[in-house]
């Protein structure tokens, strides 16, 4: 009995190693794990959010090419109604697939933002289908425009994306905005 007590010292020191080696390693292997979620999420997410900025992107530059003859000032090529539907129809069956891609992976701030923009854009889909007047179409480009600041840095800050602003709202103040020394408001 004497050598099993002498040697109890050796003993408990062997299975404290194990179990802290044990425990280690299971604290090393979550962290891996969670870390390797993240990044494969934060993937997803921003191929969601890319998909979904493309396809909405499409409909708004078809529909401002639709609008083309009623907006003073335009460089854009215009496109015939009936192209216009076929094409922003097709757009229409990704942009909603785009959506439930971003409603399933996105933050809020960046669903509240995507959602800010996709209105904006549909707002301006609207007049160029006919459905509202097309008087206001400055300040439904302006908006969307805005709305789609607000998408990227919503959008940025969730991925974690530095490097400052890409806004481009105020850059792309239409022509009539402008004052008459030229400067834009």
């Known amino acids: 009995m004497g050598g099993v007590v002498t040697q109890l010292p050796a003993l408990l020191g062997v299975l404290i190693g194990t ?6 390693t ?21 191929d969601a959010y890319v998909e979904f900025a493309q396809v909405l992107k499409e409909i708004h530059a078809l529909a401002v090419r639709m609008l083309a003859d009623v907006r003073p000032g335009s460089r854009g090529h215009r496109i ?4 216009g539907l076929t094409r922003l129809a097709d757009a229409d069956v990704r ?10 992976l996105g933050d809020a701030p960046t669903v509240a933002a995507a959602r800010g923009w996709r209105d904006a854009v549909w707002a ?11 008087d206001g179409i400055g300040d439904l ?27 481009q709202a105020m850059l792309l103040v239409p022509s009539s905005r402008a004052s ?3 400067v834009r408001r």
């Not at 007049?127 to 509202?132: C, D, E, I, K, M």
């Open 80 to 83: 015939d109604q009936e192209e």
């Open 124 to 134: 301006i889909e609207r007049a160029a289908r006919g459905l509202t007047d097309q």
């Open 95 to 104: 942009h909603t697939l785009a959506w439930e891609s971003v409603l399933l």
């Open 180 to 182: 008459p020394s030229g």
């Open 141 to 167: 480009l302006q908006r969307a425009n805005e709305a789609r600041d607000g998408f990227y840095h919503a959008a940025r800050g969730g991925l974690g994306v530095g490097g400052g602003s890409v806004a």
């Open 26 to 46: 299971t604290i090393a292997d979550r962290g891996r794990w969670r870390r390797s979620q993240s990044v494969r999420w934060d993937d997803r997410r921003l």
């Open 19 to 24: 179990i802290g080696t044990i425990l280690a």
